[in-house]
Structures are given as structure tokens and as C-alpha cells.
């Protein structure tokens, strides 16, 4: 005999059920909370894009006590060009421990200036080209030299992270109280102090933007993608990025039968290796 499953109701789906069900139970206030925020990343960290889909529906900006995670593409895009107010001093201690003092945790003040200033004098636009072709030459000795459509590989590339992307969640902390999606039907104020999760991959797939987002499709517009965030803190890295990435997995994808050989292994907060092999 099957057994009676729950339905999905026309304000929430099965998994939001699921989330709401934790504080129905009652309990500790603090220690629900707690459970509330492990359901919320084990959802994130094991199969997110049903959970983020309930949430764009439902939930578009989903608050707790202890953090908020905010779901559709125009939301996402509003908390990263909103600086003043979603600042990032979550990454202070986060980043300083990996990579030393860096300016992704220093808000838009005159030191950060001062690092994106230095960093333009030294990091040229001129350079790309000697970039790519340093990259290309290095990938190419190492596998096997390949000269094809850049700007389709990378769209090939951008669009495989829109389905794995490498960062799932840009975090920042409110400066201030903050009315969120002013102006539509889920406008939420959230408080001062809170911790908010701009979610850029369920952003990305966020059909009021990106039409048919479950499609794997290479010709989207730029404007689809998220990987880089956005406003003052996007990627200061990200043309070299392009070409670095290019140049590097272009010959690897020419093999036949490539394969990851074991899960990407992170130096803290950031991916530093994947090993691959040949299947057959
Ligand atoms: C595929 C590779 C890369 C990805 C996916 C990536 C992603 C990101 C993201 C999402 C942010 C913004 C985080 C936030 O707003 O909280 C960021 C910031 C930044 N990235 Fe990258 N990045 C990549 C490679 C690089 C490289 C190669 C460089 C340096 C050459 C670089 C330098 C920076 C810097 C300096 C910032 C901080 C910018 C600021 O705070 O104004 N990134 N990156």
C-alpha cells in the first residue's frame, strides 16, 4: 500500500513544508532557529535548484532569525548594487584567514578605493591579450595545443557554471533596516544586522529573467549570468577570468572521454584543484 504523501499546498511547496513543519514543532527558540538554518544548507548543499524554484515561487525572500536567503534574479541584483547597506564585513574574518587582508571584505570607503585604484594601474585591459596567449600556450603544452572559437567555448563554459556555479550564494550583513522589492507583491523589510544570502544560482534560473532556464542554451545574454555578482564588489578579475578559463579548458574538453576523477578539492574558501581523467 502507498504511502499518504503531503501535498503541496498553493502557498508553499513540499520542501518549504518541510522548513515551516521545523518551527510548527516548537521547541527552544534558538535551538529551532539553529534547525531551520542546517535544513535551509543542507537543501543548499545537496539538491538546491527544486528548493530554490519553491522559493522563487513562494518565498522570494525567505527571513529567520538568523539569516535571510533571497531567491529571484531582480532581488539578488538589488542587494549586490545596494553596497551602502549590504555591506561585506561577513568576509572579514572568512577571507583573512585564507588569503590575508583582501578588498572583497573592505566596503566602499576611501581604503577601497585606494586597493580597486591600485589594482587598475597595475591590472590593464591591454594585458588581456598577452594573458590569453601565455594561458593558451602553457593549457596547450600541457594537454594538447587547440585554436577554436573562443567567445563559444566561453559561452559553452558560463553557461555549464549557471548549473554549477562556483559561488551559489553572495553574503552580505545589513547596515541598516532595508525594504527589499519595493514595489512588488513580497516587499520585506529586513533589519538591521541581518545576515542575507543574495542566491546568484537560483537567480540564474530565475524564468522572470532567463527564459526557459532549464534549457542548456549558449547563446543567452551576458545579462543572465551571475558567477562574477555583481555592483562595486563584481569580480575584479573577471576578463581575465574569461580568458584564463578559455584557454585553459579548451584543450581538456577536446579529449574524448574526459571524466572528473574526484570531487573539486578547496583550499578554504575557494576551489584550487580538480583532478580529471580519461574514461575507456
Ligand atoms: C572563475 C574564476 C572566478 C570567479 C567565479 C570569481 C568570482 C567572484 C565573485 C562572485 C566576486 C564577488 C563576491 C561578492 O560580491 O561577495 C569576486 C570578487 C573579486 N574577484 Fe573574483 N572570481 C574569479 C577569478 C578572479 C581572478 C582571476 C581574480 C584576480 C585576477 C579575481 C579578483 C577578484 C577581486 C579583487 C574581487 C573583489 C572585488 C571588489 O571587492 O571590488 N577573481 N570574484
Keep these: 500500500m502507498m504511502s499518504a504523501q503531503p501535498l503541496a499546498s498553493p502557498t508553499s511547496g513540499l520542501l518549504l513544508q518541510a522548513f515551516d513543519a521545523i518551527a510548527a514543532a516548537?521547541?527552544?527558540?534558538?535551538?529551532?532557529?539553529?534547525?531551520?538554518?542546517?535544513?535551509?544548507?543542507?537543501?543548499?548543499?545537496?539538491?538546491p535548484l527544486p528548493f530554490?524554484?519553491?522559493?522563487?515561487?513562494?518565498?522570494?525572500?525567505?527571513?529567520?532569525?538568523?539569516?535571510?536567503?533571497?531567491?529571484?534574479?531582480?532581488?539578488?541584483?538589488?542587494?549586490?548594487?545596494?553596497?551602502?547597506?549590504?555591506s561585506v564585513q561577513w568576509y572579514v574574518p572568512h577571507m583573512t584567514g585564507?588569503?590575508?587582508?583582501?578588498?572583497?571584505?573592505?566596503?566602499?570607503?576611501?581604503?577601497?578605493?585606494?586597493?580597486?585604484?591600485?589594482?587598475?594601474?597595475?591590472?590593464?585591459?591591454?594585458d588581456l591579450g598577452r594573458i590569453q596567449a601565455i594561458t593558451a600556450q602553457v593549457a596547450g603544452a600541457a594537454v594538447e595545443a587547440a585554436a577554436d572559437d573562443d567567445d563559444l567555448v566561453w559561452a559553452h563554459i558560463q553557461e555549464a557554471l549557471r548549473f554549477q556555479p562556483v559561488n551559489p550564494l553572495v553574503i552580505r550583513i545589513l547596515t541598516e533596516d532595508y525594504l527589499l522589492g519595493a514595489g512588488t507583491p513580497h516587499a520585506t523589510t529586513l533589519p538591521k544586522g541581518l545576515l542575507v544570502f543574495a542566491g546568484a544560482w537560483?537567480?540564474?534560473?530565475?524564468?522572470?529573467?532567463?527564459?526557459a532556464p532549464e534549457d542548456f542554451d549558449v547563446t543567452r545574454p551576458a545579462s543572465s549570468y551571475l558567477h562574477f555578482a555583481a555592483g562595486q564588489h563584481a569580480c575584479f578579475g573577471r576578463?581575465?577570468?574569461?580568458?584564463?578559463?578559455?584557454?585553459?579548458?579548451?584543450?581538456?574538453?577536446?579529449?574524448?572521454?574526459?571524466?572528473?576523477?574526484?570531487?573539486?578539492?578547496?583550499?578554504?574558501?575557494?576551489?584550487?584543484?580538480?583532478?580529471?581523467?580519461?574514461?575507456?
Design 26 to 47: 516548537g521547541g527552544d527558540p534558538q535551538a529551532v532557529a539553529l534547525k531551520r538554518l542546517a535544513y535551509l544548507r543542507q537543501q543548499i548543499e545537496t539538491d
Design 202 to 211: 537560483s537567480a540564474m534560473f530565475d524564468d522572470q529573467v532567463t527564459a
Design 239 to 280: 576578463c581575465i577570468s574569461q580568458v584564463q578559463v578559455t584557454q585553459i579548458l579548451k584543450p581538456l574538453l577536446k579529449l574524448k572521454g574526459l571524466t572528473a576523477a574526484a570531487p573539486p578539492v578547496y583550499a578554504g574558501t575557494f576551489p584550487d584543484q580538480l583532478l580529471v581523467g580519461l574514461a575507456g
Design 52 to 86: 530554490f524554484a519553491e522559493l522563487r515561487a513562494y518565498r522570494p525572500i525567505l527571513v529567520t532569525p538568523l539569516a535571510a536567503i533571497v531567491a529571484q534574479f531582480r532581488g539578488v541584483e538589488e542587494i549586490l548594487h545596494r553596497e551602502t547597506e549590504f
Design 98 to 126: 585564507v588569503i590575508g587582508p583582501f578588498i572583497l571584505s573592505l566596503d566602499v570607503t576611501q581604503a577601497y578605493d585606494h586597493d580597486k585604484a591600485a589594482m587598475q594601474l597595475v591590472v590593464r585591459r591591454e
